[in-house]
Protein backbone atom coordinates (compact mmCIF):
# COMPACT_ATOMS: atom_id res chain seq x y z
CA UNK A 1 0.00 0.00 0.00
CA UNK A 2 1.21 3.84 -1.19
CA UNK A 3 1.05 6.30 1.46
CA UNK A 4 -0.30 9.38 0.46
CA UNK A 5 0.49 11.44 3.23
CA UNK A 6 3.80 12.96 2.16
CA UNK A 7 2.38 14.16 -1.06
CA UNK A 8 -0.06 15.75 1.05
CA UNK A 9 2.54 17.12 3.11
CA UNK A 10 4.30 18.37 0.42
CA UNK A 11 1.06 20.43 -0.86
CA UNK A 12 0.66 21.81 2.11
CA UNK A 13 4.01 23.30 1.83
CA UNK A 14 3.54 24.90 -1.20
CA UNK A 15 0.42 26.33 -0.30
CA UNK A 16 1.87 27.95 2.57
CA UNK A 17 4.66 29.57 0.25
CA UNK A 18 1.87 30.67 -2.18
CA UNK A 19 0.76 32.45 1.06
CA UNK A 20 3.62 34.06 1.97
CA UNK A 21 4.06 35.56 -1.72
CA UNK A 22 0.76 37.32 -0.61
CA UNK A 23 -1.85 34.86 -2.95
CA UNK A 24 -4.60 32.76 -1.20
CA UNK A 25 -4.64 29.22 -3.11
CA UNK A 26 -7.57 27.51 -3.32
CA UNK A 27 -7.57 23.47 -2.15
CA UNK A 28 -10.51 21.03 -2.36
CA UNK A 29 -9.86 18.08 -0.86
CA UNK A 30 -11.77 14.68 -2.09
CA UNK A 31 -11.37 11.77 0.69
CA UNK A 32 -13.37 9.26 -1.17
CA UNK A 33 -11.53 10.30 -4.71
CA UNK A 34 -8.65 8.35 -6.13
CA UNK A 35 -6.67 9.00 -8.94
CA UNK A 36 -9.08 10.17 -11.77
CA UNK A 37 -10.85 12.71 -9.89
CA UNK A 38 -13.14 13.58 -12.81
CA UNK A 39 -14.10 10.29 -13.34
CA UNK A 40 -14.70 9.73 -9.89
CA UNK A 41 -18.40 8.70 -8.54
CA UNK A 42 -18.42 12.10 -7.13
CA UNK A 43 -17.57 13.87 -10.48
CA UNK A 44 -20.51 15.90 -10.92
CA UNK A 45 -19.23 17.75 -7.36
CA UNK A 46 -15.75 17.90 -8.22
CA UNK A 47 -16.51 19.70 -11.65
CA UNK A 48 -19.62 21.85 -10.12
CA UNK A 49 -16.57 23.11 -7.85
CA UNK A 50 -13.96 23.56 -10.47
CA UNK A 51 -16.88 25.73 -12.78
CA UNK A 52 -17.23 27.89 -9.67
CA UNK A 53 -13.79 28.09 -8.76
CA UNK A 54 -12.97 29.35 -12.94
CA UNK A 55 -15.58 31.47 -12.70
CA UNK A 56 -14.30 33.42 -9.61
CA UNK A 57 -11.16 33.76 -11.35
CA UNK A 58 -12.32 34.81 -14.90
CA UNK A 59 -14.54 37.65 -13.33
CA UNK A 60 -11.64 38.82 -11.10
CA UNK A 61 -12.35 37.10 -7.59
CA UNK A 62 -10.54 34.31 -7.07
CA UNK A 63 -8.35 32.96 -4.60
CA UNK A 64 -5.15 33.03 -6.27
CA UNK A 65 -5.23 37.17 -7.06
CA UNK A 66 -2.79 38.86 -4.28
CA UNK A 67 -4.68 40.64 -1.17
Not at 38 to 63: A, F, H, S
Amino acid sequence: MVRVWPIIGNLDRLIERYRAAGLRPALARYPQGRHEILNETNRTEVVQNLLNWLNQVIDGKGPLRPD
